[in-house]
Nanobody, 114 residues
């Protein structure tokens, strides 16, 4: 059974940083496009950042220049470094693995507040 387990969320002040990690198991990690998605209260789940199997990245406009996604195919992990956090970055962050189907983790809460 495919498992994606997120970690690294928490409460941070505006301007602060967090690093999210996602550990994948029971998938051929190297062929999947991996991504981070955010769901704010009362809103849909939106793409934050994605990285393809060859390392090509794309970001939501709202996080460009502040967030960096990376992957380690040897360790089956994908990370999201989040800097200069803003209150509007608050939400549940989900790790997603996409190929012929999409698998999701259970999410980790990120709250940006003073």
């Amino acid at each position: 059974q495919v498992q994606l387990v997120e970690s690294g969320g928490g409460l941070v002040q505006p301007g602060g940083s967090l690093r999210l990690s996602c550990a994948a198991s029971q998938i051929i990690f190297g062929i999947y496009t991996m991504g981070w998605y955010r769901q704010a209260p009362g809103k849909e789940r939106d793409m934050v950042a994605r990285i393809t199997r060859d390392g090509t990245t794309n970001y939501a406009d709202s996080v460009k220049g502040r967030f960096t996604i990376s992957r380690d195919n040897a360790k089956n992990t994908v990370n999201l470094q989040m800097n200069s956090l803003k209150p509007e970055d608050t939400g549940v962050y989900y790790c997603g693995a996409q190929w012929t189907t999409t698998f999701w983790g259970r999410g980790t809460q990120v709250t940006v507040s003073s």
